[in-house]
T-cell receptor
Framework: DAGVIQSPRHEVTEMGQEVTLRCKPISGHDYLFWYRQTMMRGLELLIYFNNNVPIDDSGMPEDRFSAKMPNASFSTLKIQPSEPRDSAVYFC???????????FGPGTRLLVL | QKEVEQDPGPLSVPEGAIVSLNCTYSNSAFQYFMWYRQYSRKGPELLMYTYSSGNKEDGRFTAQVDKSSKYISLFIRDSQPSDSATYLCAMTSGDAGNMLTFGGGTRLMVKP
């Protein structure tokens, strides 16, 4: 299996622009998670899906962030408009069932200027 | 105060040393405890997974959980330069789907 796939790996954009991050979970995994990692705040859960349905989005910082999972093999995290404080590494992770190992993707390194 | 506390380090040890990494937590509902290893510019990968209190050993790695003290540890024996990475503890109650709460990570450097 190819593991969790994320794209792009790096994104540099200007403040105010829309940013879309993409994730393909491991086939057969029913749970998908979006995390953000910064030096100051560490690894934070933003939102997670079960069977393509958003279950908990309490970690989404504000309305500028939105996430979708239109099917079992694809999810997006969108930031509109982006701000410099959104600069971070964004990880996607998936797992087959609750309480099982979460497998992380390589991350998208976002820099908002 | 954060729900899970972890010393950020860096922790520098010579090759072959025994390494002790620790986390404390405040939520008594946590029952599942994990250690992830994260190499620079990579995603975290699971090292150890334990349920409730007790010890678990896997090769050079031993995980300990003391729920009465709200304290978990990861021991690395015969540390190698390839162990140089950031180690993140994570935990969950198991009730809220699979939501993990992570510590901030400890950066470990093993010098040859």
């Amino acid at each position: 299996d190819a593991g969790v796939i994320q794209s792009p790996r790096h994104e540099v954009t200007e403040m105010g622009q829309e940013v879309t991050l993409r994730c393909k979970p491991i086939s057969g995994h029913d749970y998908l998670f979006w995390y953000r990692q910064t030096m100051m705040r560490g690894l934070e859960l933003l939102i997670y899906f079960n069977n393509n349905v958003p279950i908990d989005d309490s970690g989404m910082p504000e309305d500028r962030f939105s996430a979708k999972m239109p099917n079992a093999s694809f999810s997006t995290l969108k930031i509109q408009p982006s701000e410099p404080r959104d600069s971070a590494v964004y990880f996607c992770a998936s797992t087959r069932r609750a309480r099982e190992t979460q497998y992380f993707g390589p991350g998208t390194r976002l820099l908002v200027l | 105060q954060k729900e899970v506390e972890q010393d950020p380090g860096p922790l520098s040890v010579p090759e072959g040393a025994i390494v002790s990494l620790n986390c404390t937590y405040s939520n008594s509902a946590f029952q599942y405890f994990m250690w992830y290893r994260q190499y620079s510019r990579k995603g975290p990968e699971l090292l150890m997974y334990t349920y409730s209190s007790g010890n678990k050993e896997d090769g050079r790695f031993t995980a300990q959980v003391d729920k009465s003290s709200k304290y978990i540890s990861l021991f690395i024996r015969d540390s190698q330069p390839s162990d140089s990475a950031t180690y993140l503890c994570a935990m969950t109650s198991g009730d809220a789907g699979n939501m993990l709460t992570f510590g901030g990570g400890t950066r470990l450097m093993v010098k040859p």
